[in-house]
């Protein structure tokens, strides 16, 4: 049963990270904000991070099913 929990939770957190990581990439590219009002360096490094701890997480679940 904690198996099933532990690949849903990694699912979520896989797709969570990947869309977040391929929509700060494509508004980097496009010289568009990342965030409003805030410094375009900051909001893209912080949303590239929290993208890869996503999916770093994902897979540390996936490893635990």
Known sequence: MESGS???AG???ALFGGGLLTWTVA???R???VA???SSVASATI???AAVIALAVGTWCFTRA
């Open 6 to 8: 532990a690949i849903f």
């Open 11 to 13: 699912g979520v957190f």
């Open 27 to 29: 508004r980097v590219r």
């Open 31 to 33: 010289r568009e904000p």
């Open 36 to 38: 409003h009002g805030v």
């Open 47 to 49: 949303a590239s991070l």
